[in-house]
């Protein structure tokens, strides 16, 4: 497994550059959010390898009358994605505005569902002709995004299998999971053939692995005895000192290795 962590959640009071630098030079992937407010030279300088962004900037995935604007988007972020040698672009179940739901929806319907299924899909043929990865990232409705439909990590699961495109994946994010439907090893075995990315925080909190009731070292476990190779990124306050937070972060995704040798 490679690990990542998200320079927008950690260091917050360095500027982002340096954010980055510190996160590569302790031996992890970069994630980011919005690369329009970002220096795209500045962090490729950086040596950094840059694990994921957000990959549109408008419209929902689920709405007919916006869900061309989702693609259009995603395209028109592409080049900042190639430039850094982003491999996976973030999408959501539908349009976000800081963090909340641009028009909060409570109930989905079939053509929600439909219209979120040929968008992804659209989004999996925009993936493979640039070469990289959208990636569909559950939300969790109780908490952080109230009125986003179709969030649920057995919601978002399903629309990537409707796709049925290879270059359209699943974020799975266990914190989201965790607030949301919980039974984190079984959700992670069911969903590991679509997953782009898994991304972690703990409940209650949203900070670091450690610092709540989630037990990361059996899911690091359960991931490693799946094979689960790909990456896993903290997408996470840090409760404390960054730094600290780095190392358990990496702690969490490594013990296992330790009790089998």
């Not at 992937?29 to 962004?53: H, N, P, Q, Y």
């Not at 957000?54 to 009358?65: M, R």
């Not at 359960?222 to 997408?235: F, I, K, R």
Request: proline content about 4%; aromatic content about 6%; some cysteine.
């Amino acid at each position: 497994m490679r690990l990542a962590v998200c320079a927008e959640m950690v260091f917050t009071d360095l500027p982002f550059v340096e954010r980055v630098r510190r996160i590569h030079e302790s031996g992890f992937d970069v994630e980011l959010w919005d690369s329009r407010t970002k220096d795209i030279s500045a962090l490729k300088a950086t040596g950094a390898v840059f694990s994921s962004m957000t990959g549109y900037t408008s419209g929902s995935l689920v709405d007919p009358d916006t869900a061309d604007d989702v693609v259009k988007t995603a395209e028109s972020l592409i080049p900042a994605a190639l430039e850094l040698g982003v491999s996976r672009m973030v999408v959501h179940p539908a349009e976000l505005i800081d963090g909340h739901a641009a028009r909060p929806l409570y109930r989905s319907t079939g053509r929600m569902w439909s219209t979120g299924a040929r968008t992804l899909e659209r989004l999996g043929r925009l993936g493979a002709k640039y070469g990289v990865t959208f990636c569909l990232e559950n939300l969790n409705t109780v908490l952080d995004h109230p009125g986003i439909p179709l969030a649920r990590a057995k919601d978002t699961l399903a629309l990537v299998e409707a796709a049925g495109h290879p270059n359209a994946k699943l974020m799975l994010d266990l914190y989201h999971a965790q607030l949301g439907e919980g039974n984190l090893i079984e959700l992670v075995r069911s969903a590991l053939p679509h997953i782009g990315e898994i991304q972690v925080a703990d409940v209650p909190g949203r900070c670091e692995p450690g610092t709540g009731e989630i037990n990361y070292a059996a899911v690091a476990r359960a991931l490693a005895d799946a094979g689960y190779e790909g990456t896993v990124g903290m997408e996470a306050w840090a409760k404390g000192d960054s730094a600290a937070a780095l190392d358990a972060f990496r702690a969490a995704f490594t013990v296992y290795a330790e009790e089998k040798s």
